[in-house]
């Protein structure tokens, strides 16, 4: 390490060495130097135009890489503007890893005082710092640990003061704790055998918690003759499978939610069953309800069940599946040619597209949605942004798999898709980007499409521009005399994406998809932005949300 090397660099340096992917971040002068530590050590860097942009293309690209990623903000107001997308990563249990600066040790009184430690705990990400020069390096990369064992969102504070300092030579770190994964007691294990051997209509739920574990839930069903289903948050995990519903909750076709509802037992490995997964407690109605979790406190969080178990959900599967033996003879189940035609007719949205009302100059979103579908190669990431529209990216497009899918819908803000988008298309080159955005929510993040721009991803924004907040509007149908507070001007959202230098287009009919086509068999070197004139009817959710 260079003699005048500072503790900030030294910093970015050693978290580069520790293994950060990728730093998205908005550079002031109190992350310049720790940021420039990563570049220097050989990380990626995307300068976002916005803190909560930035933190939005971490979370995305930790998602489907794997891999810890970045934020880099300054102190204070930098940091507060990326909250919401720092409440997002925490909430999703996105391995992230925010590097801050903060102000001096001891400090006060000034224009960047704020308890960032309070603030970053509020929305359950962990708050971490450095203590001193000479503890700096070593607290930095345990602060990365943290993210990476505990698949938690993790925000370092680094007093300027303190990273101004000449950094010791420090030891080496050491290497992080191996932490492998166990199965759950064998008396649970036992326990969850019975109850699935004796099963005759077993749904399998596969959460985010169960992405990797893939296999191992398949050859669970295999043995037990479950149908297998993915919360949102999971979607894609099951993509192939024969007999795999394409998503839990409300996201669900009509036809899948019944055959959920039939079901006697119910297991449900990394997934919460919270309201939006068991769509309002209406499809965890089963006489048994097992749940499975490598964290204690996600467990009967959001209802009562029958059986939990606490332990990684892929070796608890295996145990099972193990302990349950060769069948002996081809599983029962629900697994018959009745039920097989009844999970094809119910997998996808597109094969069951809604009733919409018709107007002059406007297209049906699910229509819209429904063509797109069939046009757009599938090999795609599907990145659908909060609000009315959330449903038509996040259950009508089909994704190849569970890294063909991120869904930034946990805080259920709304404009963090356009940035997530970002993220994903960086993370994910070798497939097309997809994201589906309301026009309220794109134009609280248009700017970042000078990043998309600048970073020449050629990624499809779909905006869904019914001229309001839709969400507002269908929540509040029976006051129409109170809506010009959630309405707004036609306005030319093509014509904007244009002047950020990216192509645009405006589609009022099918025969406007041409352009679209037109662009897809092109080279794709910039984004695609289409401002879709939608003709603003509730999606199925927010139908079903009104009415709950």
């Known amino acids: 390490m260079p003699e005048t090397m500072t503790v900030g660099e030294a910093i970015g340096r050693a978290l580069a060495h520790r293994g950060v992917g990728h730093v998205f971040g908005v550079v002031g002068s109190g992350n310049f130097m720790v940021t420039h530590g990563m570049v220097a050590g050989g990380v990626a860097f995307t300068a976002a135009r916005h803190e909560m942009g930035a933190a939005s293309m971490a979370d995305a690209f930790a998602r489907l890489t794997g891999r810890v990623s970045a934020v880099s903000v300054h102190q204070g107001c930098g940091l507060t503007n990326a909250m919401t997308g720092i409440g997002e990563a925490a909430k999703s249990h996105t391995p992230m890893l925010v590097v801050t600066g903060d102000t001096a040790v001891g400090q006060e009184v000034g224009n960047f005082v704020i308890d960032q430690d309070a603030l970053v ?25 943290i993210a990476v064992r505990d698949r938690a969102t993790v925000v370092l504070s680094l007093p300027v003061d303190l990273q101004a300092e000449p950094c ?59 149908i297998l289903v993915p919360s949102a948050g999971a979607r894609g995990l099951f993509a192939d499978e024969e007999w795999a519903l394409d998503v839990m909750g409300g996201f669900a076709t009509p036809g899948a939610r019944e055959l959920i509802r039939e079901a006697d037992v119910l297991v449900a490995f990394g997934a919460a069953l919270n309201p939006w997964t068991t769509h309002h407690g209406t499809l965890a109605v089963q006489p048994v309800v097992v749940q499975v979790d490598d964290r204690a406190d996600a467990i009967g969080k959001y209802r009562d069940v029958t059986l939990g ?55 049906g979103a699910a229509e819209l949605t429904g063509a797109l579908d069939a046009m757009i190669p599938i090999e795609r990431v599907v990145v659908p942004d909060g609000g009315n529209v959330n449903m038509y990216a996040g259950a009508f497009l089909r994704v190849p798999d569970d890294r063909g899918f991120v869904m930034p819908l946990s805080f259920q803000a709304i404009g963090l898709g356009l940035a997530n988008g ?5 993370a994910r080159p070798d497939r097309m980007t997809v994201v589906g955005t309301g026009d309220g929510s794109f134009m609280m993040g248009a700017n970042e499409l000078d990043t998309a721009v600048r970073e020449g991803l050629g990624m499809l924004v779909v905006v869904y521009n019914d001229d309001a907040y839709g969400a507002e509007v269908h929540l509040f149908a029976d006051h129409p005399d109170k809506q010009d507070i959630v309405r707004f001007p036609e306005t030319d959202l093509a014509a904007v994406a244009r002047g950020f230098g990216c192509e645009g287009v405006t589609v009022r009919t099918l025969g406007d998809l041409a352009a679209v086509q037109e662009w897809l068999d092109g080279p794709r070197r910039t984004p695609l932005v289409v401002d879709a004139k939608v003709t603003g009817s509730a999606s199925p959710l927010m139908a079903d949300s009104a009415a709950h």
Do not use: F, K, M
């Open 121 to 145: 705990a509020s929305v359950g990400a962990v708050p971490r710092r450095i203590h001193s020069a000479a503890t700096a390096v070593a607290e930095a990369v345990a602060a990365y640990d």
């Open 168 to 226: 010791p030579h420090p030891d080496p770190p050491a290497p992080p704790l191996r932490v492998l994964p166990s199965g759950g007691a064998a008396a649970a294990v036992r326990e969850l055998a019975d109850l699935l051997a004796t099963a005759r209509r077993p749904v399998i739920v596969g959460g985010r918690g169960a992405r990797g574990a893939s296999t191992e839930l398949r050859a669970l069903a295999a043995r037990t003759g479950a």
């Open 309 to 363: 178990i606490l332990g990684d959900v892929g070796a608890v599967a295996a145990s099972v599946t193990e302990l349950l033996g060769a069948p002996s003879s081809t599983p029962g189940g629900w697994r018959t040619a009745a039920t097989a035609e009844r999970i094809r007719r119910a997998r996808y949205w597109t094969q069951n597209l809604p009733d919409e009302p018709s107007a002059e100059g406007r297209i």
């Open 422 to 426: 970002i993220g994903a298309a960086i």
